[in-house]
Every structure is written in C-alpha cells, then in structure tokens.
C-alpha cells in the first residue's frame, strides 16, 4: 500500500444522524423482535421437565408409533415413548448442546484470538498459523474423523465439534482485536498508562463481543444441524438421549409408516435454528447499521 | 429549454428524511441558482445539507432512509424532484456529473482507471481516454489507465475523477469537499484544475466546501449554507469584503489565518453548534448563536435580495466583525489541574531555567519492507524519518508541518513511545509522561467506555488516590468545556468536537510535560477547529504544558506556535521562529507551501 | 500475481503437512485396535502381536510417524480393514464420483447463491420474506431434505431416479476421467450424459441448499455493505443503469466475502458428501467413510480425511487466487 | 452413439430378465475363502458350491457338488462322490483336483473361515469323481462345515492357476471370480452395483432371470421408494418391521425362520455381574416377551432355549420371567448400579430399541444404564480389556451351520469367536470338548448340559429368535430360502410371475 489516505473530511461523517446522548448498543426493534422466540424458546427450555407430560425417555402408555393424538400430541416413537415431551427435553439437550460447543469454541478461540491479537509479532505468527491449519481443514470431516476415532458419545461429538469450531472465533476474535489495537484509542490508552491486560481486557476484547455474538447465533442452527448429521451417521449422542439431531436420524426409518417420528424433531430443528438465526440476523443488521451509518 | 436560463434552478428546496429518531430536516427550503459556465461556492458547517443539495440536483439521494423532497430542483430544464429515474439517469454524466469527496472511495477498486473513464464517457478508445487523463495533468497517462485506483496517490486519484467528470461535457459539475482529503499542495493544484477546466469549457461548477478560503481561491459566487438554507449569496468580493450575514462572519473570522496568531489572545469562534435537524426551526436559525439576534429573529424569515446579493439576515450588516472572546472566557483558570500532584509534578526550583520538555537527536525510524516473494531477499528498509534533531522547550509550543508521508506521526509517535526509534534518543524531560491528541478523535476514545471512566484510567495509571478521581474527572471535564453529563456517555454519543475534548480531557487530566497533537482539528469543521486550537493555547498557558503540533494547515501552525518546523521525506528542511518562518521562508519547500495554502488575498480584514 | 501463487503455495504445502500430523495423532488415539480388526474375531492373540509387529504399531511414536511420513510421501495409505484394498486404491476408484457431485453442487450452490443473494440484496418486503424462507430452509437437515426431494421428485413425479450415479441399463464406460458426464461426453453418448446429469440432480441440490444458503446471505450482506460506497455513487453518477452499476461494480467488489464463504462451504459439502451420498447410493468417498465408520476401517477413514482434506485445501487455494483477482489490492499486499 | 446395453428391454422395471436387490453397504471381497459376513452371501453362494448345502426350508443336509459322501466308522475319513457334469464359468470341467485345489486354498489363504479345514490331515483323490478327506481327530459336525454357508467352496481354475499371483488370487477374488453356480460374477463395482450374469451351463436347474443386479443402497428409506416403484424387488433384510404395515399392496412380506438369535452378553468380570447372585437377578428383570414384541413387531420370536430351534430337540427350557421384587431384591446386593449396555451398529435399529427397551426394564430394578452403540471391530477387542469392556452387550448371532456345536463352541466356550465378553466355564469347556467326537447319541445329552449350565450360569441370555424378514414384489415367486443362511434368498429360484 502506497499513499496512506487520510481519513478526514468533516467530522459529521462519522457522527451524523446519531442523536446526541443516545443509549447503547442493541437498541432496535429489529432486535427486540428477534429476541420474542428466543425468550419463548429460553422458557421453554428452563421449564421443559414440567411442560413435557413424560420424561425425555418414559414410555406413553398409549403404545409404541402411535400417530399424534390428544393423548400424544405429536404421537410415540417406535418404543412408546411420548415424541412432544421427548421433544421438548431435546430442545433443551440440543441448546445445551450448541451452547456448550459454541461457548467452547468462543473461550478457546477467544482466549487464543485475544493472545494473537494482543501480542502480535512471533506469539501471533504461531497462534494464527496453528488456527489457519485448523481453519484450512474441512471441519465436518475433521470432526467425523476425531469422533470415529474417539468412538461416539455426546461427550466426544461435542468435544469433536469444538475442536474444530474454535478456530473461526480466534480468526474472528484475532481480527478484531488486531484491528481495534491499530486504532488510536488503544494508542492513547497506552501513553494514558493502562496496564496491557487490562487494555486487552478493557479496551480491546469487548470491541470483539459484536461480531462473535453474530457468529455466536448463527452458529446455533449449524451446529444442531451438525448433530444431526452426526447422528445419521452414527457418530451422534447415543440414545436413549432425546437430542434431536438424533432423534430426527434414527427416526428416519419411519417416515413413511410413522412420519412424525423424523418430522417433529426436524421441525424443531428447524424451529431452533429459525429462532438463532432470526436474532443473530437482527443483532448482525443492528450492528451492521451502527457501524457504517 | 437550453441555453439562456440557469443550468441548475434550485427554488425552495425541502429534503426531509425519516429516521428512527423523528424527521431530520436536512434541506429546508433552500433556493440556489447557476448559470451556465459560473462556478459557485457552497460553504458552511458540517450538516448544513450541502451534500444533500448536490445529491438531490444529481438525482442520487440515498433510497434508505426515504428522503422527502419538496420544491423545483431543475436541471437545465428537467425537474429532478418529479423526474422518473431513467430520465435523471440519462441526465448524469451528460448534463451533470459529480466529483466526491474521498478520492479513493470513490473509485471503483478492481477496476482499471482507463476503463471507469471509459465508462464514464459512454465509451471511448484507449487513445481518448488517454488525451482525457492528459487534460487533467495526469503524467504518462497511457500507463497510469492500466493502473488500478489503489496504485495512484490520492491526487492524481482525484484528477482521474475530474477526467470522468469532464468526460461527457457536462453543462455542471458537483464537486463535494474535492480537496479535503488531500494534502496542501495538492489541494491547491487540484482545485486550480477544477476551476481551469470549468472555465475553459464553459462547465458550470458547483464547488460544496466547508473552508471559506477553498472557496475564495477559485469561485464566481459564493453561497452560505446554515441549517438547510441558503442565508446568504453574492460574488465571492462581495461576500468575503462585505458579509451581511453575521454567520458569514463568523465563519470568516474562524479561519485561522496565515497572517494572524492567537498567542495570548483567542482565535474567535463561533460559540454553540447549528440546531437539530430533527427540530422545526422560527425565524432565523442562526439566531441562538447570533451576538447581534434580538426579539425580531425569531419572527418570520428576512430576505434581502439586491442584484446579485442575497441575504436571510434580520439586521443585514449589524455585525462587521466576530466579538473578541471564545467559549472559554470564564473557565481560564482550572485551579485544580494546576494544584500540584506530588507524584508527577516537576521539580522545579525556582530560578533554575527549566528543562526542555523533549529532546530529540538523530533520530531515525526505518520501516521493513516485505519480500516481493517467500524467498526473496527482504528490500532495504524504507526510511521514514532520516535523522531528526528537533527541542520542545519546557512549556513551549511547536509546529511540524509538511507534506503527506514526510514523517511528522512518526516523529511523534517516536516522542511519545508508541515507536522505538530505529537510531538517535528521545529525551524527555521531566514531569508527567508525554500524551497525545490524534486526528481522529472519535478513533481515539475506546468506543464502549464512557469519558468518565476512560479519564480516570489515566488518573489510576499515575497513582491519583481513587477519592480524588472523581472531582479530578469533573474538573477537567469542565476545563475542556464538556457538559458533566459527557462523564457518563459514551463516544459515540458526542458530536465530533465534543469528542476532541474529550480526549483532550483525558490528556491534561494530569497534566503532562509535552502534549503532542497530530492533526487534532482536520477532521472538524473551522468553527469548531478554532474552538479546539484555542482551547489547546489555553490550556498550555495555564498548566504550563509544551506543545509538539502536527498539522498540514500552515495558517493553524502560525496560530499556536512559536516555532516551526517544516518536513519533507523524513528530514527536518527548514526550522524558524513563526514569524521568522512566514515572513522570510528559506527552503524552496516551504515557499510552495506557503504558496499553496487557500488564503482569502482580496479580503480586507473586517475592522 | 506470481509471487501472491508462491506464497500461497508455500501455506498450502505447510497446511497439508499439518493435515497429515493431525491424521497421525488420531490414528495413535483410536481405541479398537486395526492389528485386532485386521487378522480377525477368532484370531489368537499371538497372531495379532505379529500383524501389529508388521504394522510397526509397536515402535515409538517418534519413529511411527516418520514411516508414516514416509509412507504418505509415497501415497502408502495402508490397506482397508474392510475391503482389504489398498486404501490408496479404493479412494482412486470413489473419488471421480464424488468430485463429479461435488463439483456439481459447487457449481450449483454458487449460481443458486448468487442469483438468491442479488435476490435478497434487492431488499424490501419480498427480500424479508425471501430472507425467512432462506434462514428456515437452512434449519433441515440434509438427510432429510434428501428424502424429500427423492420422495416428490422420484415417487410421486416420476421425473428423477432415486439413486446411484447412472440406471443399470447402462454400460459404464471405463474412463478416461470416470466422471461420468465428461466420459459419456467424450465417448460420444448422449442418452449417458442426459442420465447421468439426472442421476446428478437430485443429490447435487441436497448438498448444495445450505451453501448456497449461506453464500445468498453473505453475498446480501456484502452486497449491502458495497452499495453504500462511493464508488457505487460515482457509478451512478456517470449514468449508467442501475444493471451496470450492480453487475459491473458492486457485484465484483462484493464477491470477496461470497467467494471466502463459497470455499469455506466447499468444507462443508465434503462433510455432507457423507450424509447426501448415503441417501441417494452415491458410490462415492462420503459412502466409503459411511461404511467404514460402520466397520471402525481406521485406515479407510483416515485415508479418506487426508484426501477430503487436501482436495478442500487445494479448493481453498483456487478459491484465494480467485480472491485476488477479483480484487486487485491484495494482489500487492 | 449409444450406451444403452444392447438389450433395451432390461430398461423397463419389473421384467423378467432382471432381478434387482438392494445391499445396505459393501460386501467385504466376493471371495469365499476370505468372506465371512453376512451381507454379501447372495455374492458368494450364487457363484460357488460346496460339496453340501441346506435344503430349502430346513436344517438338512442335502447333495450338492458331491452326489454322495461316505464316512468312516472311526469318523476320521470322508469320502465325496463328485458330480461330473460340472464346469466352472470360465470354462474347464470341475474334477476331484480341482476340488482339491480350492480346499487346499482355504487352507493357504489362512483367512477367519479356514478353521473348518483346521482338522484335516489329508486330502487325496481317488479319481476324478472320488475325494477323500482324513482328519486329523474326530468331528463329528464336519458335515454341517460343508455345508455351511462359509464352509469351503469349490474356486475354479482363474483364481487358482491363471491368476494365482502370490497371494493364491486373492486380488483376483476381489472383483471377480470363477465357480461353479447359477450365475457368474460379471461385474463388481465397489460402492455402486454388483452384476451377476446367468450361467448358461449350469449343471443343475438353470437361473430364471438372466442379470442380478445388487446394488448398494445404504439408506433404507430410499430401498423402500424404490421398490415400491417397482424399481427394486427383494429387500433382504433390515426393513423396520414397524414399517411392514405401511407397504402398500403391490409389495408381499415374507416371514421365514432362521438360526439368527438376539442375544445379551453379561460381563461376569466385573462388578456388579461377577456375583452370580445378581447375575441370576437378571432372569426375573429382563421381559424378553416384551423385548421381541415391541423390538421386532412380529418378525422375532422369544427364544424357548439355548440352541437355535430345531437343533436340539429337547433341550431345557429357558426359565425367564419377570418379577420387579426378585429382580430389585437381586439388584439391591449389586456392588455397582452403574452399567454400560453395548449394541453392535445394526441399519434397522432393531438392536438399539431392544438396547433402550431394556434399559428401561434395567431401571425398574433400579440400575443406571448408559447405552452405547460400538461396531464389531470394537467388539472384538473387548475381550483383551475385560475390565473396560462394557457391562452389558446386546448382539444378533448366527450359527455357521446347524449343528449344536456349531453354535455352542463359538459362543460359549472360553475361546469361543463370538464370546465376546469373555464368559468362562470350565465344564462347558470341557463338555464341548467330548462332545465334538462323540456320536450323536452320546453328545446330545452333553449338549443339554451345556445349556442348562449357560442358563444357571446367567452369563448369556438367549432373547429371541429373528426372522429372515424378505420384502418383495408381489409379482415374484419361487421363493426359496433356508433358515442356515441368514439375509438369503435363492436368486436362482425366484422367478417374476406365474
Ligand atoms: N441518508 C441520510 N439519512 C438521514 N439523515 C441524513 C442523511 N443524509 C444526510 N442527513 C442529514 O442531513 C443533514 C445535512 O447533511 P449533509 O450531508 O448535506 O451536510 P453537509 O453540509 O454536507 O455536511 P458535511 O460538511 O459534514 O459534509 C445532516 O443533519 C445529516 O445528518
Ligand atoms: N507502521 C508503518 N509501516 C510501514 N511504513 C510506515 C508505517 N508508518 C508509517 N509508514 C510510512 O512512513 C512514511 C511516513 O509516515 P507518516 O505517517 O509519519 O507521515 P506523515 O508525515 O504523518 O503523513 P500524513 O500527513 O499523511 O499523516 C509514510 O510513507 C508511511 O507510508
Ligand atoms: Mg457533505
Ligand atoms: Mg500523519
């Protein structure tokens, strides 16, 4: 790069339109919309066990493939056990499940991200070289692999997806702080005398928070799609375990006699998916807007 | 239709866009008129809806948020307001063309030169395009369209949008700010272009600018612009010898200027900042800024026309000259700043000559270059600043000046620490470590950090015991003149000038022994430029700090500093007392500088 | 350009050699034993001793992974527990089909995502309802929509085979590529080519919706981001219809994050290959890794890691070039 | 051009020249003497013969390759009358050499199935019709190693002469072959289709349709599509039985016995099963009514004794029944509550829903069940870890042939291949010893006594017995299949109409 350009022109270009005083950060009904089935789904998953008529793994004593009635509201899969309420608990167990990996993912990489970013030259060069291994590697296969090789279990396919999820959140995290430490304020809060952790901490890190929330919801839906895949491959949570990813793949051999025994977990899936992907779109356009309007 | 009549007819202009936050009244009834082949000035603050009246008579309004307009905008004939959008398309670029602001924006980035120039006149051979790079002064102009934008410097990049603009023989072009982003010299020899070609072929220009001198070097006719009116017309001598509007006069009177210094006294400013756009306006916008506004502003709108004059004042020429005096006239004495801190004040004896607050010598700073390809041997590395002996005397105050890339943020930056210097010292005298002011102030504050607390950081690094943070905060956020509500917000939440503050505050919280500013007020318009110079001479008399001052803007350097230092390509060429400097410039680099800076020649200094 | 391809290529040889490490430590890390699955159930444990002896399963780590360095420098990817082919050689014969799908899908989720993104990037109401459809369609998973597809496009229109790569009244040529299109092209047999673009269908698009999901969206977003640029602005200003100004100059210089995404789904589509290759009896390296996970064949799934692996590093490299082409300034950097 | 096969008649779906079966997943090597799955056993035994077979329908032995056979009365010689209007596909006429070869290639190849020729001492030919076999002691079931379904099979000249190579044409086997069946191996393309071509020569009564393609249709859902668009006509097996119901007219279920059997493994090494108090417990936890019932619908039925039905007349009953208080009574002395129940991978499922069936029946008595699904790889390396294997295994067995021993020495004995989880009892070893030698008469009695020692020894549990659950078109007839060959129909006999 030749000629640096000068970023001035009047100051109005980068404060204009923007009430003076004006709160915080995810303001917008865009966001709050998105937050509706998020906030219902939330509840639904801290009260699942009392909203769900059985247990995730008790048997509804109407019988075994029952079509959904009022007795079973989206019927009984092959060995009686109650779909709705198996549903409700695999809501939970799939949430928890994304939300372990992504927040795995997110520490990991963030912690890793965070180092790079905050201490560049060699520490950077290796951190990053290791992460672009990672990220240059097809993360579904990788994942099969590590899980083929440490046999199946929800433990290990989640300790597979993370292993191959963190790199996007260092990449990400790295990114921002990396762009954030070049700017002027970190600058000034150097010469200001802030300690270099808490300048990481302070002023660099929380500038990383937007874009990862993002990724962060977005990545909801992957990776119980993610799941799902695994369990058709049998690489998934091992049952009776109502994830339903796996209740969705193991359920595929009835879809023709019994079809809501696949269908009600995808649509859940799907309904989940929707939900993080609706927020993390709104929180994505909300941010997108604050940044360049 | 053609020929006699103005090529643009603005009457009664109201753009008004809906935002979240209410209506924002960008335009509000302006009325503005070009004749064929003039070139006309449109000046004013920041948000004064210049942009949106040049966007509106080129028919590309932002669609989002949707701009209401109402009243004529005819573009030689065809009202752009009414107009369907394939006719305003067909307009652009034969009728009307644009020059923008920030010449690397707006060229397309993966695109060859020669081809958006070729495209921009409908078609053309390598030949004619290479003849229209040549006409705007592009050297080797058949091997510069091969390039792409990125591999031009930002004037040459500029020109090229110039080429475009010309391509198809508009009867106008709208050039918004075409020089604010470039270098002194630059600036001067572009805008020269834009005014030759116009007048050469006749094209009308409409030049949009905040700098009253950028419009006095090349303009016909000057328009001012406040608060989405036009509030006052007339020929440039006219307007710049005589303002009626006092806005006009304040905005005359802002301009730093070569031949003026503040030491001791203030620059005047123009106290306050334009109204909300979001508010409906009575009678003269202007009024609550206005040292000469009484009952009768408020009541309905004065114009004046007389010939070629015009003007929205209440009490046309009520005001010749700006009063003496800026916003700080009550707060010069910031008692608390100066109480002496027993960790970092100076030791000072009495008697004792005190120590420079920073010595440079030799100093050089090398950039490595990186390898063309993975096994190449690295290139020699580029020097940046090649061996600079430069003294900021204890409490003195020190200009640098020269052109893009001659090494002045280095420097700085290696005074302060943020850069190791490849060779030579940096010694600093004693006192509070250095700090810093950037260009970009709104870039310098950490975004999600209110003032308050980013402030008291700075106090916690110097061990100020935490029962005195927060008076320390408040006092200094009142001696840079922010509201104590600015301690709780957020960056985002202040206007551009505010946030120069700001960060000002957080500078002098404890007040340091050399507080360097790398181009502190380019980014702000002049009214609010003048405000921040004058409280940065403020604040180094009253708390005794050196200033080291970056800046392209010769007129500003005289304004605060007793000495100069000119750059060129990492070397210091010239280095004189102010006046010294101005008066009897020695390097031939500095004469061109000199030479280039926009200065209003014809205009008798309002008495 | 040149010295951009060099620096590359060096990041890509220094990512395959990664690639082979991370194999390697999975390989030490498996719980069944390969000597054990190899000489079979009723073997003695004397006999498994020596096949691990000949596997070199006994030596230390260190010297394990230099033969195994060594082993993959000459394409020696052991032998299949289950078919008891060189794995070399199985993944020879499944991988022209599932380059043919994949390439396929590519291609499709490339095209789908841009004609869908310029779609949504035309934003108002019909780009919201588009953008709901396009985030819920996103949410199924593959085999499902897989079954889907087959039950409406095979079972009830009747216009699609269900599966496999070609009807078996067929004769399959024997190369020259053993991408069936581009034989059945060569060869000069059309009623090959139009069956075997059928068989292509329904598969192709299975794995390639969520891509092309995916690149719609960030094609929009970057669309978007490009339209509020100057230049766009100074397009307009010259004139040029709103076509020009979108095809010629937002949409090159919003390809970069579309084209990264489109690599990075390529990812993606070689994990679906698994699942999708699964549904529609696709005899490609996804069906080979489906059975040998079924099998615990260590060999044949590390294999084909290593080969998915390379084929997405070396996508991704293209897809870099591209990168750099479509915008000049990192040509230089 | 075109690429259509010459015959454009095989196009059209459901006709007479084609039959189209679906496999779930690869078969390993079409080659018997290395084969010893399950999948893939149509490949096998439509292209080679051994000197036995099954009849259709039952567990006897009836002729095939041999016309006769002979054994001495020290039962150490047998003695094979061969047919001599036998040619192998690639041409030449089989003779008691080539019989001899192929046996002595199994042996060479040294591959799981060559135990079945372990005993043999020597093997010679008395003429071209005449082959004879002396073992090296006696055993007694050498008759059912025949006739088994991976007993050795005669391999004709391409693999053993032409293209012997060094590995006794082992490469060769893997896509090709040479025997002596209905149909010959003329196409073998891993991951996609098998094509077996009708043997026009062939000795006995020839193939109906002319093509068999097997194609590997991994997803049952899809099977399921395509045969009832008629593109498909005999799925073998792993069709949820569930389903069966919703098939519509146009496709018939055949339900036919077979030696396959469910089974659970309890690991007797380890607490809590090592005390055979609170194994026994097991009996009155486990509802095995239930189990088959809703595991299999009904194409399972609960197992009545050790043995596979039919192979030993007589043999105890097995006692289960449920009884919540003895079975929390039992549970309540275990050391641990914590178990691992394992099930091998299956395509229908079947072994995990029985897997979750009984975990819910574990928990009643109040054990802590975690299930995991393992593949057989995994299986086979339980035995050398006894203490980190699993507590619990579920897995569907087979017998190689219908004699008692069969079943019994491979699964109980201490050495056994299927025993997996590493079951000891050292009467049963020696039971199993004597009685391999010993007449009929004589050795029935000691095989009951191994049952009733499996039973008190609670260390396997014997759930069901599983059927062959064919679902085809209902245009086909002819079926005909035999219960010692799991997963199979005889291609050569079914036929489309009539
Ligand atoms: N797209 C828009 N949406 C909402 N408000 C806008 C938009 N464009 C401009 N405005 C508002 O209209 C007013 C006039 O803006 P304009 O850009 O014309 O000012 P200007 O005089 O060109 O200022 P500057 O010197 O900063 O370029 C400002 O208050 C601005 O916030
Ligand atoms: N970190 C860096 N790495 C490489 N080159 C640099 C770096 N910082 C500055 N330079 C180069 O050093 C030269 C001097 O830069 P510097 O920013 O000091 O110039 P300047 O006089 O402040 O210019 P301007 O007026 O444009 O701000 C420029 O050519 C610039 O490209
Ligand atoms: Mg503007
Ligand atoms: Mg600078």
């Known amino acids: 790069m030749s000629a640096i350009t000068r970023v001035g022109g009047p100051a109005s270009r980068m ?111 290796v951190l990053m070289r290791i992460t672009d291994l990672f990220l240059s590697l097809p993360a579904p296969v990788l994942a099969i692999a590590v899980i083929a090789a440490m046999g199946p279990s929800l433990r290990n396919t989640l300790i597979a997806l993370s292993i191959v999820w963190w790199p996007w959140y260092a990449r990400i995290v790295r990114g921002e702080v990396r762009a954030l430490a070049a700017r002027p304020h970190a600058e000034a809060a150097q010469l200001a005398g802030v300690s270099r952790t808490r300048l990481v901490l302070k002023h660099l890190l929380p500038g990383a928070a937007a874009p990862v929330i993002v990724t962060m919801s977005l990545d909801v839906g992957n990776l119980i799609l993610a799941l799902a895949g695994l369990s058709f491959i049998g690489l998934g949570a091992p049952p009776p375990a109502p994830e339903l990813g796996a209740m969705s793949a193991r359920g595929l051999q009835y879809l023709f006699g019994h079809p809501w025994v696949p269908i009600a977990p995808a649509a859940a899936v799907a309904l989940l998916a929707l939900a993080a992907n609706l927020l993390g779109d709104a929180i994505n356009r909300r941010l997108d807007q604050r940044t360049t309007r | 239709m053609t020929g006699t009549g103005p090529v643009l007819d603005v009457q009664d202009l ?141 004037g040459l990049r500029q020109r090229v949008m110039i080429a475009m603009a010309l391509s198809r023989h508009p009867k106008l072009i709208i050039a918004d700010e075409p020089t604010t982003a470039l270098d002194v010299t630059v600036q001067a020899k572009v805008l020269d272009l834009l005014a030759a070609a116009s007048r050469e072929r006749g094209v009308a220009l409409l030049l949009v600018t905040h700098d009253l001198g950028v419009a006095a070097r090349i303009c016909d006719r000057i328009a001012v612009a406040y608060a989405g009116r036009i509030v006052e017309e007339g020929t440039a001598a006219q307007l710049l010898q005589q303002p009626h509007h006092p806005y006009t006069v304040g905005l005359l009177a802002s301009r730093p200027r070569l031949d003026g210094s503040i030491a001791g006294g203030d620059l005047p400013t123009l106290p306050g900042r334009p109204p909300d756009p979001r508010l409906p306006l009575a009678g003269c916008a202007f009024a609550p800024r206005c040292p000469a506004a009484d009952a009768q502003c408020a009541g ?182 922010l509201p104590a509500e600015a301690q709780t917000a957020v960056p985002r939440a202040l206007s551009g000038g505010q946030r120069q503050r700001a960060a000002i505050a957080r500078a002098i919280a404890v007040p340091p022994a050399l507080l360097a500013c790398d181009e502190p007020v380019s980014a702000l318009d002049v009214s609010l430029a003048a405000q921040v110079l004058n409280l940065l001479c403020h604040l180094r008399e009253t708390l005794d700090i050196a200033l080291l001052f970056v800046t392209h803007d010769l007129a500003a350097a005289r304004a605060v500093a007793d000495e100069v230092v000119v750059m060129q390509r990492g070397e210091i060429v010239e280095r004189a007392a102010t006046e010294d400097l101005f008066t009897d410039p020695q390097h031939p680099y500095t004469r061109e500088l000199l030479a280039a800076v926009p200065e209003i020649h014809a205009m008798a200094v309002p008495a | 350009m040149g010295a951009l391809v060099l620096r590359r290529f060096g990041a890509l040889l220094a990512v395959l050699f990664g690639l082979a490490c991370i194999v390697f430590v999975l390989q030490t890390v498996i719980p069944s034993d390969p000597a054990r699955a190899m000489v079979g159930a009723n073997a003695s444990q004397e006999a498994v001793e020596a096949k691990k002896a000949e596997l070199g399963y006994d030596d230390p780590l260190p010297q394990q992974f230099t033969q195994y360095l060594q082993r993959l420098a000459q394409g020696d990817l052991q032998s299949s527990l289950r078919t008891r082919n060189e794995v070399t050689a199985d993944l020879r014969e499944f991988a022209p089909a599932t380059f043919e799908l994949a390439f396929s899908a590519f291609v499709l989720a490339v095209a789908m995502g841009l004609g869908l993104g310029l779609l949504l990037a035309g934003g108002g109401r019909a780009g919201r309802i588009i953008r709901i459809f396009l985030i819920g369609g996103a949410s199924v998973p593959a085999f499902l929509t897989g079954l889907l597809l087959i039950l409406v496009f095979y079972s009830w229109l009747g216009i699609l085979p269900a599966s496999g790569r070609v009807g078996d009244n067929f004769i399959v040529p ?76 937002a949409l090159r210089n919003a390809s970069g994050p579309a084209l990264t995404m489109s690599g990075l789904q390529v990812g993606l589509m070689l994990g679906g290959v698994v699942v999708v290759e699964r549904i529609f009896a696709w005899p490609g390296i996804g069906l080979y890794i489906d059975q040998s996970i079924a099998y615990s064949d260590f060999p044949a799934i590390t294999g084909a890691t290593l080969l998915l692996g390379t084929a997405y590093v070396l996508v991704n490299f293209f897809v870099d070039l591209t990168q750099a082409w479509a915008d000049p300034r990192i040509r230089t950097v | 051009g075109s690429a259509e096969k010459t015959d454009s008649a095989s196009s059209s779906s459901g006709d007479s020249k084609t039959l189209r079966i679906p496999y779930l997943a690869d078969m390993s090597v079409p080659d018997p003497d290395v084969f010893y799955d399950i999948e893939g056993n149509g490949v ?124 006794f044409g082992q490469t060769f086997l893997e896509t090709k072959g040479d025997g002596t069946g209905p149909y010959k191996l003329s196409s073998f393309k891993r991951g996609s289709a098998y094509t077996l071509t009708k043997n026009a020569e062939y000795w006995g009564t020839p193939a109906n349709f002319e093509e068999v393609i097997l194609s590997i249709t991994p997803d049952m859902g899809t099977q399921r599509l395509k045969l009832e668009k008629g593109d498909l006509d005999v799925i073998l097996h792993g069709f949820p039985a569930s389903e069966l119901e919703s098939l519509p007219d146009s496709v018939t279920v055949e339900k036919q016995d077979s030696l396959l059997r469910l089974i659970l493994y309890v690991n007797s090494n380890k607490a809590p099963f090592n005390d055979p108090a609170v194994r026994a417990g097991l009996q009155s936890t486990i509802d095995t009514n239930q189990l088959v019932e809703q595991g299999y619908s009904d194409t399972a039925e609960k197992s009545t004794g050790i043995y596979p039905p039919g192979l030993l007349p007589g043999e105890p009953k097995l006692p289960y029944t449920p009884d919540p208080a003895k079975a929390k009574a039992a549970a309540d002395k275990a050391k641990t509550k914590k178990l691992t129940l394992a099930y091998s991978a299956d395509e229908s499922g079947v072994q995990r829903r029985v897997g979750e069936l009984l975990q819910a029946q574990l928990k009643t008595a109040g054990y802590d069940v975690t299930i995991k699904e393992v593949q057989l790889p995994t299986v086979y390396g339980w035995a050398e870890n006894l203490e980190e294997a699993p507590d619990l295994a579920i897995m569907t067995n087979t017998p190689d042939g219908a004699h008692p021993d069969l079943w019994a020495s491979i699964m109980f004995s201490s050495t056994g291949g299927l025993n997996f989880l590493g079951a000891k009892n050292e009467k049963i070893d020696a039971n199993l010893g004597k009685a391999i030698s010993l007449p009929p008469e004589e050795a029935d009695p000691l095989y009951k006594e191994i049952a009733q020692e499996v039973i008190d020894d609670n260390k396997f549990f014997l759930l069901g017995d599983v059927k062959n659950v064919f679902v085809m078109q209902d245009s086909l007839t002819g079926l005909s299949n035999t219960p010692a060959y799991p997963w199979l129909v005889d291609f050569a006999a079914l036929k489309r109409g009539e």
């Open chain 2, 14 to 154: 109201h753009v008004t866009f809906a935002s979240s936050g209410g209506d924002v009244h960008a335009v509000r009834g302006a009325s503005l008129q070009i004749a064929p082949g003039e070139v006309v000035g449109l000046v004013g603050e920041s948000g004064s809806g210049k942009s949106v009246l040049g966007l509106t008579a080129l028919g590309l309004l932002p669609r989002k948020p949707e701009p209401r307009l109402e009243g004529v905008v005819l573009l030689d004939g065809l009202d752009m307001i009414t107009a369907t959008d394939e006719d305003m398309r067909a307009r652009r670029g034969t009728d009307i063309s644009a020059v923008f602001q920030d010449p690397m924006g707006s060229l397309n980035p993966s695109m060859r030169i020669g081809a958006q120039v070729a495209e921009a006149a409908g078609g053309a051979t390598d030949e004619e395009v290479a003849e229209m790079l040549a006409a705007t002064g592009i050297p080797e102009p058949e091997h510069k369209a091969r390039a792409y934008p990125h591999e031009l410097s930002g």
């Open chain 1, 15 to 125: 404060w204009r339109g923007r009430p003076a005083l004006s709160p915080g950060a995810l303001k917008g009904e865009t966001v709050w919309h998105a937050l509706i089935p998020v906030a219902i789904l939330s509840l639904v998953i801290l009260i699942a066990p009392v909203l769900a008529p059985y247990g995730g793994t008790d048997v509804n004593p109407v019988g075994a493939l029952q079509s959904p009635s009022p007795d079973a509201w989206f019927g009984t899969d092959e060995i009686g056990r109650d779909v709705f309420s198996r549903i409700l608990i695999g809501i939970r167990t799939s949430w928890f499940a994304a939300l372990g990996v992504i927040l795995l993912g997110t520490i990991i990489g963030g912690l890793i991200g965070a180092i790079a970013g905050a201490f560049g030259g060699k520490v950077d060069m």
């Open chain 3, 174 to 249: 024997d190369g020259p590529t053993n991408l069936l299109v581009v034989d059945s092209i060569i060869g000069g047999t059309p009623d090959l080519t139009l069956d075997a673009l059928k068989h292509l269908i329904l598969p192709a698009l299975t794995l390639a919706l969520l891509p092309a999901l995916a690149i719609a969206r960030t094609l929009s977003t970057s669309l978007t981001q490009v339209e509020r640029e100057d230049y766009v602005r100074t397009a307009r200003s010259k004139g040029l219809t709103e076509r020009t100004v979108l095809l010629k100059h």
């Open chain 2, 300 to 481: 309905p709108l004065a114009i004046h026309v007389n010939g070629e004059r015009r003007n929205e004042c209440h009490h046309p020429g009520v005001l010749t000259r700006w009063p003496e005096g800026g916003p700080h006239a009550g707060r010069r004495d910031p008692i608390l700043l100066k109480a002496p801190n027993p960790v970092v004040a100076p030791a000072m004896v009495r008697g004792v000559p005190p120590e420079p607050a920073v010595v440079v010598r030799g100093a050089v700073r090398e950039f490595e270059r990186p390898k063309p390809f993975p096994f190449a041997k690295r290139p020699a590395p580029f020097t940046a600043v090649a061996g600079v002996d430069l003294e900021v005397p204890h409490a003195g105050s020190v200009a640098i000046v020269g052109e893009s890339g001659s090494g002045k943020s280095t420097l700085l930056r290696m005074i302060v620490g943020l850069l190791e210097p490849t060779a030579g010292d940096v010694t600093l005298g004693p006192g509070a470590p250095p700090q810093m002011i950037f260009q970009d102030a709104g870039a310098s504050l950490t975004p999600w950090m209110p003032i308050g607390k980013q402030i008291e950081e700075r106090l916690a690094a110097l061990d100020v015991p935490s029962s005195e943070r927060g008076a320390r905060v408040a006092a200094t956020l009142e001696a840079v003149g």
């Open chain 4, 44 to 167: 096998i035994l439509s292209q080679y013969e051994g000197l036995l077979k099954y009849k259709a329908g039952t567990l006897d032995i009836e002729p095939n390759l041999a016309t006769e056979y002979e054994v001495s009365d020290d039962g150490k010689t047998y003695t094979f009358t061969l047919r001599d209007d036998v040619t192998f596909h690639s041409g030449p006429k089989m003779t008691c050499d080539s019989v001899k070869a192929a046996f002595q290639r199994r042996v060479d190849v040294d591959q799981a199935p060559a135990w079945m020729l372990a005993d043999v001492k020597s093997m010679t030919c008395e003429n071209a019709t005449t082959f004879v076999i002396e073992l090296k002691n006696k055993v007694t079931p050498f008759l059912h190693y025949m006739a088994s379904s991976w007993g050795p099979k005669v391999v004709g000249p391409e693999a053993i002469e032409t293209n012997a190579g060094d590995d």
